[in-house]
């Protein structure tokens, strides 16, 4: 059966129904069941969603935004895995258990809506993954899952999201955040909540794929082989150091090995592809859009180099080397090429300071190295808030030396040059101003 026939069966399979309600986390599995069923059944679909406190704000967030892209009924309810002493164990069946209760609420909800039917994501490749425990769940609720049903494989899933034109269609899949706490060790909200908000920090950094895991109290940073090479920066090595203990981690280390799934939880073990409550993802994830977002120059030559442009070389090699791609990006790149002859973009950083101000000087001589780490000129204008009239010494004072770009405060005290070369590397240095 081609593609264009296992959807027509899906779609026929979900318009018997007199109603479905679609466990959706807004992840491709389920939302290209909710996209069918929308078609199938308009209003009698219903996407609902389980907030609890394994699920990150931001996928939550996500699963609004992509509800609302499909044009579905979204329904999000509240249940707590904490509420089970069996999941707190955090034994080999933990992902059962969770599955068990999630679904559970999923009936809860559909009750209520006069529905009797709850699917959800599972697709053809999921049975072989490996041990799956959340998958026994499924069968035992008797959930229905149409994209197995109708052997739809996560490379067909993938391919039927990029045709319904959902922006979701390349993201890889996300497994809860109880995941990142290795088998055996308790799961609790704390740990929960700052492996949630260390994760922030990391995807704000520019981190595309990436884990950090809770080995009580221990941090293990893993990253995608394409983004070691900026995890080893000595400037990232330090200021993870400096976040995550502030967050509680008592020590932060870097897994050498990379990210990996399920290296912590049997569960995980041998997933490579998945719904979207396993871990499995693509090796790689728009590499154009990482290379870009760490300051390369795309141009038929290749991006250009950094200062230290070894990590720079091997990224770019990386990417060409795990898709395919000549090393004239051309046509495969989807933005235009930039002109590298003209004027680069200089970012105005403003540095609020003081006279014999040794913390000042620090933080100029940090902006300074920032930008040649990213190949990003900036211009710098010091104030000396003691010679800029009371308001400003008033207001500062305390605070110096605070530094703004572009008219933003984004530090005080001292500099993080990792955070501001990641912030220059987000400007278009190939337009003049």
């Not at 499909?70 to 999000?76: L, M, T």
């Not at 569960?267 to 998945?274: D, H, R």
């Not at 955070?419 to 400007?427: A, E, V, W």
Request: charged fraction near 30%; charge should be negative; include cysteine.
């Amino acid at each position: 059966m081609n593609a264009e026939a296992k959807i027509a069966a899906t779609r026929s399979d979900l318009a018997a129904r007199d109603g479905v309600v679609i466990a959706f986390s807004g992840g491709v599995d389920s939302s290209v069941v909710a996209a069918i069923a929308n078609e199938a059944l308009g209003d009698d679909a219903v996407a609902c969603t389980a907030r609890s406190e394994t699920l990150p704000a931001a996928e939550l967030d996500d699963a609004r935004r992509v509800a609302d892209e499909i044009g579905i009924r979204h329904e999000i309810v509240t249940f707590s895995e904490l509420d089970d002493p069996d999941f707190i164990a955090n034994d080999g069946d933990r992902c059962y258990h969770c599955r068990t209760m999630r679904l559970g609420r999923m009936y809860e909800a559909a009750k209520q809506l006069g529905i009797d039917t709850v699917c959800d994501g599972t697709n053809a490749s999921d049975p072989g993954e490996g041990h799956r425990p959340g998958l026994r769940a499924v069968e035992e609720l008797e959930v229905f899952s149409p994209l197995l049903a109708n052997d739809v494989d996560k490379a067909e899933v993938r391919a039927i999201a990029d045709q319904y034109g959902l922006s979701v269609a390349d993201k890889p899949s996300m497994a809860c955040l109880s995941s990142r706490i290795p088998t055996g060790i308790e799961v609790t909200e704390e740990r929960l909540t700052r492996v949630e908000k260390a994760e922030q920090l990391l995807r704000s950094w520019g981190f595309d794929q990436f884990r950090v895991r809770d080995h009580e109290g221990l941090a293990r940073i893993e990253v995608g082989a394409g983004e070691l090479a900026a995890a080893l920066d000595p400037d990232f090595a330090a200021a993870a150091r400096e976040h995550l203990t502030d967050l509680g981690f008592d020590h932060v280390t870097l897994d050498l090995a990379g990210y990996e799934t399920g290296s912590v939880s049997p569960e995980e073990t041998g997933s490579t592809g998945g719904s979207d409550d396993g871990e499995g993802v693509d090796l790689v994830q728009e590499y154009p859009q990482w290379l870009r977002g760490r300051g390369f120059i795309h141009s038929p030559r290749g991006p250009s180099q950094r200062s230290g442009g070894g990590p720079s070389r091997w990224a770019y090699q990386y990417f060409l080397d795990s898709t395919g791609l000549s090393p004239d990006m051309g046509a495969s790149d989807p933005e235009p090429e930039s002109d590298s002859d003209s004027d680069p973009v200089s970012v105005p950083v403003t540095v609020y300071t003081r006279e014999d101000c040794r913390l000042c000087d620090a933080a100029i001589r940090d902006i300074g190295h920032a930008s040649a780490d990213a190949d990003v000129p900036v211009t710098i204008t010091e104030v000396d808030i003691d010679q800029d009239g009371e308001d400003l010494a008033d207001e500062y004072g305390s605070r110096v030396p605070c530094v703004f770009l572009e008219e933003e405060l984004i530090y005080e005290h001292r500099v993080d040059t990792y955070d501001l070369r990641r912030r220059l590397n987000g400007f278009n240095k190939h337009e003049s101003v």
